[in-house]
C-alpha cells in the first residue's frame, strides 16, 4: 500500500516537472515606434512580442501618426506538433518549453495629405511670419 502511494506521488511530481509549449508573436513594423493592438487590446510598441495561448484567427491593428492605419487578419495555425493527440506528448509529457514563434512584418505607408490641410499649415504659416520681430542689424 506504500508502495503503491509512493510510486503514484513521484510519478505525478515527475509529470508536474514537464514541459510546455510557449507560443510568441513578433510584431514588427517599417518605421517602428507603431503602436500595436491585437484584437482590440494595446500590446505594445512595435517591434514587440505577445504571448498567446490559441490558434486561430486574430485581428492586429498598426498605428503611427503621419501613416495610414495598417488592418490585417492573422491566422494563428498550430505547427504539426500541436494537433491531437500529439498536442499532449509536446504540451505535458517533454520534460522542456518548446516555442512556438511567428513574425510579422507590415510596411507602413505615409498618410495622405489633403489640399485643405497643405492650404490650411500655409496660412498659419503667413500668420506667423506676420507676428514675427524682424532681425536686428
Do not use: H, N
Request: hydrophobic residues 45%; aromatic residues 8%.
Amino acid at each position: 500500500m506504500r508502495r503503491g502511494f509512493f510510486l503514484t506521488a513521484v510519478a505525478l511530481a515527475a509529470l508536474s516537472q514537464t514541459g510546455c509549449v510557449e507560443r510568441i508573436l513578433a510584431i514588427q513594423s517599417d518605421p517602428p515606434g507603431a503602436a500595436a493592438y491585437l484584437d482590440g487590446e494595446k500590446v505594445g510598441t512595435t517591434p514587440c512580442e505577445v504571448a498567446y495561448t490559441w490558434y486561430g484567427t486574430r485581428v492586429l491593428v498598426l498605428e503611427l501618426r503621419g501613416f495610414s492605419l495598417v488592418r490585417k487578419e492573422i491566422v494563428l495555425d498550430p505547427p504539426w506538433w500541436q494537433l491531437v493527440p500529439l498536442d499532449f506528448i509536446t504540451d505535458v509529457l517533454i520534460p522542456m518549453t518548446i516555442r512556438d514563434r511567428l513574425s510579422v512584418t507590415y510596411t507602413l505607408d505615409p498618410a495622405p495629405v489633403s489640399p485643405e490641410q497643405v492650404d490650411a499649415v500655409l496660412e498659419r504659416a503667413d500668420e506667423l511670419r506676420k507676428r514675427a520681430v524682424p532681425p536686428k542689424e
